[in-house]
């Protein structure tokens, strides 16, 4: 896997969401890097990680990955909070802290009678995967719709997922089927009792890809978390709203202190 690393400091990783790859977090990168030391992750199949022969699955990513990374705080948004999260739970010496930005530990609601009621519909999901079958580019051009909607800038939001998405090469079809089966199938809520390491939830109050309520009541479930949320974003809030991003990863950084040798 593709690991672009700059600036100097305290270890960050960097985990892209669904379809996308580790430039879209550039806005962040900018305003970090005077402190930290990123470690900005193309996940298999996305861009410079193209030809990676690691599966897109949880334990293969993070196993790839944990050996090849110094001891960090692990910022994950949305399909890469769940690499994060796994992360954190099957290694907390690797994991300094946890940063679930716009991710959930569980994507998709409980069907009639469970208590996870603010993710998205299991009909939502298979929607989306038979979009892919019949027009994969409208279908993306869908989901980037999605993760811009509610924010205040919108439009802005939308052009900059579309021209990050091809910036590294258009990914694959078959890549992009893998990473929606992942969201769909992936439920970590069970562990997150356990989770020994702390962790932020940093939520867009008008998301409609990562219901807030969904971060809130995560975070409720683990030990030493804390919730925050930005108040005008939507999906991706490192892109319109990078200044509150980049301040409340800086509290939660000095709030963990350094890492132990």
Request: proline content about 7%; glycine content about 10%; aromatic content about 6%.
């Amino acid at each position: 896997m593709h690991v672009e690393v700059s600036g100097r400091g305290p270890a960050v990783v960097l985990l892209h969401g669904w379809a996308m790859h580790g430039g879209v977090f550039a806005p962040l990168v900018e305003r970090l890097a005077g402190e930290f030391t990123l470690h900005v992750v193309d996940l298999p199949g996305h861009g410079h990680s193209a030809a990676s022969a690691v599966p897109l699955a949880l334990e293969a990513v993070v196993a790839a990955l944990a050996p090849r990374l110094p001891p960090a705080l692990w910022l994950g948004w949305s399909l890469g909070g769940l690499v994060a999260l796994h992360a954190a739970l099957s290694r907390p010496a690797a994991v300094h802290g946890l940063a679930m930005l716009c991710a959930s530990p569980c994507f998709v609601r409980d069907a009639a009678g469970g208590d996870w009621r603010h993710g998205m519909s299991a009909e939502i999901f298979a929607d989306f995967a038979d979009g892919l079958r019949r027009d994969w580019r409208g279908t993306l051009e869908r989901f980037i719709a999605l993760e811009a909607f509610g924010s205040d800038h919108a439009r802005e939001e939308v052009r900059t997922l579309r021209d990050a998405v091809f910036a590294r090469g258009a990914p694959a079809a078959g890549v992009m089927a893998d990473g929606l089966a992942l969201l769909q199938a992936a439920d970590l809520r069970a562990a997150l009792p356990a989770l020994q390491v702390p962790s932020l939830w940093l939520a867009g109050r008008r998301d409609r890809v990562v219901d807030p309520r969904a971060m809130r009541e995560a975070a409720a479930r683990a030990p030493r978390a804390r919730f925050e949320q930005v108040e005008h974003a939507g999906h991706a809030p490192f892109l319109t709203h990078a200044d509150e991003v980049a301040d409340a990863l800086r509290r939660f950084a000095a709030a963990l202190g350094e890492p132990s040798p």
